[in-house]
């Protein structure tokens, strides 16, 4: 049980990043899947109305639960929210880029894009929160 405690410790940024990460992804996939199939909305812009829900759900539990940066001041909020939507804004392009290339041109069906996408997406978003984003605070802990 200790081990499993020093593990957990151990790796619980990536842990609490893995499980937070996925909670977005299911916030962007419903609301991805409710815009296109409940409300008929075009798939390129559900999936932009998806991504936005999905970057603000995002940011939020990133900051509090997976890398713990309690700041609450105007000029780091600013910083931080500004770095992780600019970051965001890179990996939200280069998904709905791939929807554009596979779905319009290439003919492939949109929810297997859409999963094919996400997971390229969050092994961007990790590196770029991780190595860009929150690395200030990460070398504060050290």
Known sequence: ?????????????????VFWGGMTTVVNYIVY???TKLLGIEYL??????WVVAVIFAFWVNKIYVFQSYG??????????GTF??????SGVLETGMM??????????????KIIASVLVVIINYVLSKLVIFKKQKEEQK
């Open 45 to 50: 812009i559900s999936n932009v109305i998806a």
């Open 85 to 90: 939507v600019s970051a965001r804004v890179l």
């Open 100 to 113: 554009a290339l596979f779905v319009s041109v290439m003919h492939f069906n949109d929810s297997v894009i």
């Open 1 to 17: 049980m200790d081990r499993i405690k020093e593990l957990m410790k151990k790796y619980r940024e990536l842990i609490t990043y």
């Open 72 to 81: 609450r001041d105007k000029k780091t909020m600013l910083h931080e929210f």
């Open 33 to 35: 899947f409710a815009c």
